[in-house]
């Protein structure tokens, strides 16, 4: 079975400041990819990063990026200079075979 | 169309009544999901289709949910005798092929079902 944790139900951040978002999971297969998703509350999802798991670079989309700890399964996303725009649901992702497993989500809180 | 599109955006129904959750996929993309999404918590996947055949059906929570597709195109998510327990946002996404790994997810609005 596949399964992603989320352990941070909320987290805040001064704005221009960093925050990191946590998450682990666990698959049994050898190829697949790991994702973070941002939620407005538009309910929009919208693709943050994606890191694909032989990588073993860590992927980075500008403000955004991730540090990937294949052995440990840990799949953490980093916020640099915060944005007011950036307060949302982010959700962890694992996609397998052909299905997303999504973590419970991080409500972040922005703060001016 | 431009992006995933999905109607109503809101559906009040009473409980008992059957819905229909409409789903528009991008142009292109053989792939189509159905995910639910329960207040304050994460997307439950529901189904999937390669074209119109839904080779994984075990998501869908009761034999009171259904879904068909017609060709790589359209998508309706019938919920009949509706519980309260049905009310979430119900997300549609596409994307061209079903699991390719590298193929991006491109979700839809969602459809809010309150069931009174």
């Known amino acids: 079975a596949q399964t992603v944790t989320q352990s941070q139900p909320e987290m805040s951040v001064q704005e221009a400041e960093t925050v990191t978002l946590s998450c682990t999971y666990d698959?049994?297969?050898?190829?697949?990819?790991l994702f973070w998703y941002k939620q407005p509350p538009s309910r929009q999802m919208i693709l943050v990063i994606r890191?694909?798991?032989?990588?073993?670079q860590n992927a980075t989309e500008n403000r955004f990026s991730v540090n990937f700890q294949k052995a440990a399964k840990s799949f953490s996303l980093k916020i640099s200079d915060s944005q007011l725009g950036d307060a949302a649901m982010y959700f962890c992702?694992?996609?397998?075979?052909?299905?997303?497993?999504f973590g419970t989500g991080t409500r972040l809180k922005v703060l001016a | 169309g431009a992006g995933v599109s999905q109607s109503p955006s809101n559906k009040v129904t009473e409980k008992g009544k059957d819905v229909e959750l409409r789903c528009d996929p991008i142009?292109?993309?053989?792939?189509l999901y159905w995910y639910r999404q329960r207040l304050g918590q994460g997307l439950e996947f529901l189904i999937y289709?390669?074209?119109?055949?839904?080779?994984?059906k075990s998501g869908l929570p009761s034999d009171r949910f259904s879904a068909e597709r017609t060709g790589e195109s359209v998508s309706t998510l019938t919920i009949q005798r509706t519980q309260q327990e049905d009310s979430a946002v119900y997300l549609c996404?596409?994307?061209?092929?079903?699991?390719?790994?590298?193929?991006?997810?491109?979700f839809g609005p969602g459809t809010r079902l309150t069931v009174l």
């Open positions: 996404a596409s994307s061209f092929v079903a699991g390719n790994p590298g193929d991006e997810q491109f």
């Open positions: 698959t049994s297969e050898s190829d697949y990819y």
């Open positions: 890191q694909e798991a032989y990588k073993q």
């Open positions: 992702g694992l996609l397998g075979t052909y299905k997303y497993i």
């Open positions: 142009s292109g993309h053989t792939a």
């Open positions: 289709f390669q074209g119109n055949s839904a080779p994984d």
